[in-house]
């Protein structure tokens, strides 16, 4: 992507909108911020294929409906009318917003243009493209409204992704059910969802860093690709129980500073409802590593890669490092500090 000039330049428009967004003083200059940040993502999306342009209509199309709702709502808001109570204003602008950032129960359109992105698009809509809505979905919390979205966005990340076979739809599930958990966490405390939002990054780009480096799409490829290294199955087994949050691993730090909080908080019902959801995401994590735990699974010995020896396989390696052990150093910084 990088070695384009053009991609170059949406890339840093992509990112200048966000950060308009999020330092915006007033409702319009977010609603500019998030339209620039559209504008940008499109060309980067669409790469001359059939899929990603059918993907970067859709998305287009989705996010053009709620940026209008979002206008609207903010100009009825600012014009303070009579006709219309402010529960009926805020209900708009927190809908809209969910939609941008592809929640649930607005979440229909997420898994389908993630199905005709490549991969490190994919990962700039998972993670980049989230920070803008969450940020100034943070701002207008509509108690009603985010308690639904937060339930919903657990069970359908949790049940959507069990007879999926595609890893973009499967990763675009795990992505809901994540920002259910992050909607948790927003709901009691700011810094707590962003803090949540870093670690789901990093899992998140260490797994489509993998995935874009062999080139993998589809749950049948992991079979075939990892039959000449154990490594390798042990890489893929670590990092996808480290993001569905399995306690050694490093994804379960965020989710255990939330489940501490909403005890704390007395949330005892949507703790349980959530966790219990993040079970079924773990049933399909690990599908996606059943090789992995197969260690006498049938090896073609003639089969042959070269990829210890470069840079990206060196830069996954760390990542694995980081998200497997990264937990006994993060959280013993924690409690010190």
């Known amino acids: 992507m990088l070695n384009n000039s053009s991609k170059i330049m949406f890339l840093s428009i992509l990112m200048m909108g966000t950060l308009i967004s999020i330092s915006a003083n007033s409702w319009m200059s977010a609603w500019m911020g998030l339209e620039i940040n ?176 062999f080139k993998i799409s589809h749950i049948n490829q992991l079979f075939s690709m990892f039959f000449y290294s154990k490594k390798m199955k042990f ?16 994804g379960f730090f965020p989710k255990w500073l939330i489940i501490e909080m909403l005890t704390m908080n007395n949330q005892l019902l949507l703790l349980t409802f959530m966790m219990m959801m993040t079970l079924i995401t773990l049933y399909f994590y690990i599908r996606l590593c059943y090789s992995a735990f197969m260690l006498n699974y049938y090896e073609n010995n003639w089969m042959y890669f070269s990829y210890y020896n470069t840079s990206n396989m060196k830069i996954f390696m760390i990542c694995t490092f980081f998200s497997s052990f990264g937990l006994f150093f993060i959280s013993s910084l924690y409690f010190y500090f």
């Open 38 to 213: 559209l504008l940008a993502f499109i060309p980067l999306m669409s790469d001359n294929k059939l899929m990603s342009t059918e993907a970067s209509l859709k998305y287009f199309l989705t996010q053009a409906l709620a940026s209008s709702v979002f206008l609207f709502s903010v100009i009825l808001f600012m014009l303070n009318s009579n006709k219309m109570s402010s529960f009926v204003m805020e209900m708009m602008i927190f809908s809209s917003l969910l939609l941008k950032s592809g929640s649930a129960p607005f979440h229909f359109w997420f898994p389908n243009v993630m199905e005709g992105l490549s991969w490190m698009n994919a990962l700039i809509l998972m993670t980049w493209q989230k920070i803008a809505p969450l940020m100034l979905i943070s701002y207008i919390i509509f108690k009603p409204l985010i308690i639904m979205s937060i339930m919903l966005s657990s069970l359908i990340g949790a049940l959507g992704g069990l007879n999926q076979t595609s890893l973009r739809k499967l990763m675009a599930y795990s992505s809901i059910n994540h920002l259910g958990w992050m909607l948790a966490a927003m709901y009691n405390s700011n810094n707590l969802w962003f803090t949540y939002f870093i670690f789901y990054s990093f899992l998140t780009f260490s797994m489509i860093f993998m995935f874009n480096m």
């Open 235 to 250: 890489f893929l087994f670590f990092n996808l129980l480290s993001l569905g949050g399995l306690p050694p691993f490093l």
